[in-house]
């Protein structure tokens, strides 16, 4: 007869684990489902972002000098070719506000702001930038200053370029897209005699419009860049994180300085030997940890929450002399599993903290409910509910950690493996004839 027991035990056990093991189908499903209204979000954002403006880097201002380049063939003939000298600031700075504001397209939530900077700088003497290159050939009086601004849409305002005492209004559209492909330019009239040694000090404002990012290249052999927001949940992002920064519930405030020695790119060169792309920095205006995000990083504990919530429900089959039936724990696994879809739709339209909440009350009251059904007998209905409430408290403690979170989780599934193995030491594997009744 014990003989008989045991293998009813073995069997059921290993029932149990070949049920938990198909229920990770349907969370499977669900994760899909979660990856689809994340891929729907970011269409959203597209969306937004091609009638508002798009990500914002902001390269320069640079120097552009053409020159004219001769050349023979091989039958001697006498050939021209326009080049251009590209000469980077001696100095840059840049001083600006951002301010975001949260857009809705559908039931989704989307970052877009509006930006005031002040760029300003200095130019040295241009000898530097033009060796080997006759000065005769140099054609200063079609030199202009580009700056590169990744969506032009963004631009709110008209650009006017203070150049030593004199003012340039800027153009749509770069001259050349060796350094830049998309931006704006202001011509120039240099003087030849003065473009060689003299100094240039420049400023300019821009109101600039932009989704999520605002980049800048540190095209100075000194860059400093000095942001301001109201924003509280920056994300600094790109090749150079802030030299100081200062975040709090009421915004951030954060400087950067570059120095030349810090990129792979001189401060002066011909045509398009070198890209700025790799250098650029900023800041990533993020939503805090949106709902699809943890509601993903929620289902990663499902079989956690359906091996947990088996696993009690078999040992109160053991300790109680209960009998539960395979479909039953299958219609329990499908409550633990729904809960995923009720998180996830309820989190759409309700703060996650609330949905959270709604979906875990629904599902433990239901699971309840059933076990008193199925078990008659209160007192392990509620244990039940208790132990839910615990296991779900838990879980939802873990996401809003992101820093411990590991170490938490870590934590946790110590204790509830030793709480476990406590209760489990009662159960007499070898003789399974006498069981103790855990609610005596």
């Known amino acids: ?31 899909t489902l979660v990856q689809e209204r994340m891929s729907r979000q970011k269409e959203a954002f597209r969306e937004i972002s091609s009638k508002w403006a798009e990500t914002q880097t902001i390269s320069g201002p640079i120097l552009s000098i053409p020159y004219m380049e001769y050349f023979k063939d091989s039958i001697g003939n006498i050939h021209k070719e326009k080049k ?79 150049w030593n005492k004199e003012k340039y209004s800027f153009n749509s559209g770069v001259e050349t897209s060796d350094v830049i492909e998309s931006g704006i330019n202001a011509a120039l009239k240099l003087n030849k005699n003065d473009s060689l040694s003299t100094s240039y000090s420049f400023n300019l404002k821009l109101n600039l419009k932009g989704s999520q990012y605002i980049y800048f290249t540190p095209v100075g052999k000194e860059t400093e860049v000095t942001l301001f ?14 030299d100081t920064r200062e975040v709090t519930p009421g915004g951030f405030n954060a400087y950067w300085k570059v120095l030349h020695l810090n990129r792979n790119y001189p401060q002066s060169w011909i045509n398009d030997k070198y890209s700025l792309g790799n250098s650029a920095f900023g800041v990533n205006l993020i939503l805090p940890v949106d709902s699809y995000t943890k509601t993903d990083r929620s289902i990663k504990y499902a079989v956690l929450f359906i091996a947990l919530t088996f696993l009690l429900f078999f040992f109160l089959e053991l300790m109680n002399n209960k009998i539960i039936h395979p479909l039953q724990y299958i219609l329990v696994g499908f409550a633990l599993c ?23 009350v629904m599902t433990i009251g239901l699971i309840t409910w059933y ?70």
């Open 229 to 242: 927001s109201k924003w509280s949940t920056p994300s600094f992002d790109g090749a150079f994180l802030p």
């Open 1 to 31: 007869m014990k003989e008989k027991a045991k293998r009813n035990i073995v069997f059921k056990a290993l029932l149990i684990i070949g049920l938990t093991v198909l229920l990770l189908i349907p969370t499977f499903f669900i994760n």
């Open 84 to 162: 251009y000298i590209h000469i980077l600031p001696d100095k840059l700075t840049v001083n600006g506000e951002v301010f975001p504001e949260k857009r809705y397209r559908g039931i989704y939530e989307i970052v877009v702001y509006s930006s005031k900077l002040e760029i300003g700088g200095i130019f040295s003497g241009l000898t530097a930038g033009n060796p080997g290159i006759a000065a005769e050939n140099i054609l200063f009086d079609q030199a202009f200053v580009a700056l590169g601004i990744t969506d032009l849409r963004g631009i709110e305002e008209n650009i006017t370029l203070n």
């Open 338 to 360: 729904l809960f995923y879809i009720l998180l996830l739709s309820i989190s759409e339209h309700l703060n996650y903290t609330i949905a959270y909440l709604i979906a875990s």
């Open 371 to 440: 076990s008193n059904s199925i078990l008659h007998y209160p007192k392990l209905a509620g244990l039940i509910a208790g132990n839910l409430v615990i296991l779900y408290g838990f879980i939802f403690t873990i996401i809003q950690l992101e820093d411990y979170a590991l170490l938490m989780g870590s934590v946790g599934l110590f204790i509830i493996l030793a709480v476990v193995m406590w209760y489990s030491r009662k159960i007499d594997w070898t003789g399974l004839g006498q069981l103790p009744k855990l609610m005596e």
